[in-house]
């Protein structure tokens, strides 16, 4: 048990975490000890390299030192986050996390007196407030010698993005106890390669809102006919059209009047320059919220991150996808439309430093330093996790474990490519196939979407992301309910996936025909993208009816969802997601990783909720 208090570790910790540089040993040959902190066998695939890094050219480097408290945060995590324990949610404040996540002073020393043999300025340095992270900007040709490497101009072949990145980076080794990662090195999963998890469907054009309209009368499906007669009902059009009144009539939201306007929140964070347009919210909302007054429908706030921009000229289609159902499900829930980072990486012609397109940590960073954060963030992008360096994706898996230490539930979509698309060849130089488990969807502290279609019954969709982590081990929290599923699967597969990694999806919800409005037409969406902003809605929700009972939100859901709200899903147990060549896996009774422990049923999980 944990009941420890977060401490200001350099006040008490032992003097030296790893040997200090011997007296009188010539400074240079601390730093000339290196060893190598990450490296690409091959150039990542869809990459191409154009020529050297210009030496003068100006890059923001971060430079993550390790959180000395991390493993206490995580325990405290977990004790907040099990329903059973006496803490049960009561979150850490800011100052409670940030004392958590600060660096040992040795650390802190060693990376200074690293920096200051380089001749860097420690006063330009930028510092987050628990001193986890230090930002520097230097020429490429410095970032070279303090990392012992050669930084190289690449291009994304299907976007033309260009980035400065390496394929390997070094580090002293003194320093290797003391840092997890050097950002930007060689992580090359910038925004466009990044992957919105959204997509038209094929063969459905869009339609003109007014014939939307005119048609859903006739055939007495409209939003309207639903919410003003019957909005319990899940009309059969909702077989295979899905709109705000199905998700409302399926997922039993329907008679739910949130009562916590005031404190309660919900934040849908963007990259890839996708903006939300409220026009088409406006539109949206009178064609499918049409119980909602105009004057009412008030729409949502967007909040620019680290130079991420909002042109209302360019609607996004994973933007309004994402903000239109978060606020169709939640209103009057105020909702937060984040566009994180957006401008090109790379401009041979212009010096002036460009954000660093390290979209995880731009957004990270920026959360991190908010007073309140929204209560429910849903997130609908991913790469395939063997293209993100397990020590990038490990720190960014623990910052999600910080923010949700603070009483904030993490959705993310879990891809749609179901176990993997393409050829699923490994990128460690020996080309074995295996599955493509996809990253933030493969990190413990997230809560992770997958997609089903159809009604009586919902059934997966073969796109569904789904499977098991090589990065992280299998949380305890899904232990029981992951080991039942692989029983039963047996020995299909062998070989293809790690047994002994988090698994994933964790939930689900609809994932086809979404009609959303981009550029003033109707048009069918469908991904993990669309179901991750309907669950994550749907613990809005919760989080709504706990606050207004003056309780603390839910925050970190994953033990309770395994647990306490198991029975609080419905069971989808036909589908599968092939992929890699194979059948993939199933759906199943209980748990599967196509379908994690089905689709929310509101207003079980509400009763639920109520015993905490
Ligand atoms: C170091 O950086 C600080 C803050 O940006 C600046 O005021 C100072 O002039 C710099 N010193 C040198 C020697 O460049
Ligand atoms: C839903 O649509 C599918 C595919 O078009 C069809 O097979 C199924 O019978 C439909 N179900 C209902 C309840 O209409
Ligand atoms: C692995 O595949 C890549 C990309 O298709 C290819 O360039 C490389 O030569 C292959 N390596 C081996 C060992 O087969
Ligand atoms: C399988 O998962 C475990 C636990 O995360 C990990 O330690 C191991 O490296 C993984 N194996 C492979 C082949 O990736």
Redo the contacts with the bound molecule.
Sequence with gaps: MLWSLPLLWACFAPATLTALASPGKPLSRRWADVAEVHSWNEIPRGWKVLSSAPPDYPLNMRIGLKQYGMDELIENLLEISDPTHPRYTQHLTKEEANAFKAPHKDASQAVDEWLAFHDINLSSADRTPSGDWISITIPVSQAEALLNTEYHLYEHLSSGEQVIRTLRYSLPRELHAHVDVVAPTTYFGTLKSMKATSFLLPNVDPVSVGDYVAQAASEKHSAGAASENNPGAVL?SC??TITPACLRALYKTYDYTPASTDKNALGVVGYLNEFANKMDHQMFFKTFRADVPATNAAGFETVLVNGGQDDQSKPGVEANLDIQYTTGISYPTPNTYYSVGGSPPFQPDSFTTKNTNEPYLDFIEFIYKQDKIPQTLSTSYGDDEQTVPRDYAERVCKEFAAIGSRGVSIFFSSGDSGVGGGACTTNDGTNRTTFQPSFPASCPYVTTVGATV???PEVAIPFSGGGFSNYFAAPAYQGDAVSNYLWDYGTRNKGMFNRSGRAYPDVSAQGVAYQVVVRGMVTPVGGTSASTPTVASIFALLNDHRISQNKAPLGFINPLLYSTLSSGFTDITQGSNPGCGTDGFSAARGWDPVTGLGTPDFQKLLKLIEGL
Excluded: A, D, V
């Design positions: 059969p077989n295979n159809h009604i009586n």
